[in-house]
């Protein structure tokens, strides 16, 4: 009996790029005019010298149906990349924040919380009341919009939203596909808590899923590692850090180390969910780097964003130094 074997291309797993193509839904965002408008920004600031930096930010949303009403999500709350990309500015990066809709966002951050009904107070006006705010209640406001105003007119920030799993994997290959004609001088922060699970579009229920039906059991396949095309295809010459959290400082810094050999890129940013907000780990292949902030610190107003984009912004500096020698 002959034995039929199919050829190897058949049997090769699936790209990165083409499981993303079989496996998801179409993107809900524009992702072309997105690509076209990253593409412009990076360009535009690479010729007048500025280095380029993607932070990505805020948790994805994984639909359990294709019209949706119920999927699965992450506390992410943004805070990390949106504080970072302020730090970013002030160290003369231009940057582009590909970030959750409705996640936390430079700048604005700061009064999330804020009720601005109770902060907006109507005075009399000559025709018609006008509106003034109680500045007591935007603690550092001045400061803020005097930042938010230099931005603003230097044009450094590109805010770019996602919203599903899919359409965050479609716009990070494009964002990478944005910043890799500037080699070196691009960096990749990728903050964002990203699902590592979804539902293939072949396989999501197109309606509601029926209580009656009884207890709900789903089988959720991986979702492709972008990092590991990021690195060795899209943007090969560009500093790449990733984040890792964990709940368990006993595997953390060995997971740090996995993901570095695994995937061959420059930095991760190790931090566990009790004290993301006071201290991180910056991992590389040959050194660990703990950054933290005091009590004291605390109370004064320092973040741990500050340090982080401090220490990164200088490593950056040494390997664009090193990649222009070799
Ligand atoms: O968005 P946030 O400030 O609430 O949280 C930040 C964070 C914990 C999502 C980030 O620091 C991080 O570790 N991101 C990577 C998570 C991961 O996939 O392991």
Do not use: C
């Given at each position: 009996m002959t034995e039929v074997s199919s050829p190897a291309s058949a049997m090769a797993e699936p790209s990165p790029a083409e499981q993303i193509r079989q496996d998801f839904a179409p993107p809900q965002v524009p992702v072309e005019a997105a690509a076209r408008a990253m593409e412009a920004f990076a360009r535009g600031h690479h010729c007048e010298g500025r280095r380029v930096v993607l932070i990505t930010s805020g948790g994805t949303k994984v639909p359990?149906?294709?019209?949706?009403?119920?999927?699965?999500?992450?506390?992410?709350?943004?805070?990390?990349?949106?504080?970072?990309?302020?730090?970013?500015?002030?160290?003369?990066?231009?940057?582009?924040?590909?970030?959750?809709?409705?996640?936390?966002?430079?700048?604005?951050?700061?009064?999330?919380?804020?009720?601005?009904?109770?902060?907006?107070?109507?005075?009399?006006?000559?025709?018609?009341?006008?509106?003034?705010?109680?500045?007591?209640?935007?603690?550092?406001?001045?400061?803020?919009?005097?930042?938010?105003?230099?931005?603003?007119?230097?044009?450094?920030?590109?805010?770019?939203?996602?919203?599903?799993?899919?359409?965050?994997?479609?716009?990070?290959?494009?964002?990478?596909?944005?910043?890799?004609?500037?080699?070196?001088?691009?960096?990749?922060?990728?903050?964002?808590?990203?699902?590592?699970?979804y539902i293939p579009a072949s396989e999501i229920p197109e309606h509601k899923i029926q209580s009656s039906s009884g207890p709900l059991q789903i089988t959720m396949k991986m979702v492709p590692k972008m990092l590991s095309p990021l690195v060795k295809d899209w943007a090969p010459k560009a500093f790449v850090i990733s984040f890792k959290l964990e709940t368990d400082t006993e595997i953390l810094l060995e997971k740090a180390?996995?993901?570095?050999?695994?995937?061959?890129?420059?930095?991760?940013v190790a931090n566990i969910l009790d004290t993301l907000r006071t201290l991180v780990v910056i991992v590389t292949a040959t050194e660990e780097t703990k950054l933290s902030v005091s009590e004291e610190e605390e109370r004064a107003g320092v973040e741990i964003e500050e340090k982080i984009i401090k220490d990164l912004t200088l490593r950056h500096t040494h390997f664009m130094d090193r990649a222009e020698v070799n």
């Open positions: 359990l149906e294709s019209r949706t009403v119920r999927f699965l999500d992450n506390f992410s709350s943004g805070r990390r990349g949106a504080a970072s990309a302020e730090y970013f500015l002030q160290a003369g990066y231009a940057v582009i924040f590909l970030h959750r809709q409705r996640s936390l966002y430079p700048y604005s951050r700061r009064y999330a919380a804020t009720n601005w009904l109770d902060v907006l107070r109507l005075q009399p006006g000559e025709e018609a009341p006008r509106v003034e705010a109680e500045q007591s209640r935007l603690p550092g406001i001045v400061h803020i919009l005097q930042d938010y105003g230099r931005m603003k007119e230097a044009g450094t920030l590109l805010p770019i939203e996602f919203n599903t799993l899919s359409d965050y994997l479609h716009l990070l290959r494009a964002a990478a596909q944005a910043l890799s004609p500037l080699g070196s001088s691009a960096m990749f922060y990728l903050a964002a808590a990203v699902s590592d699970f180390q996995k993901a570095l050999a695994t995937y061959r890129h420059h930095v991760v």
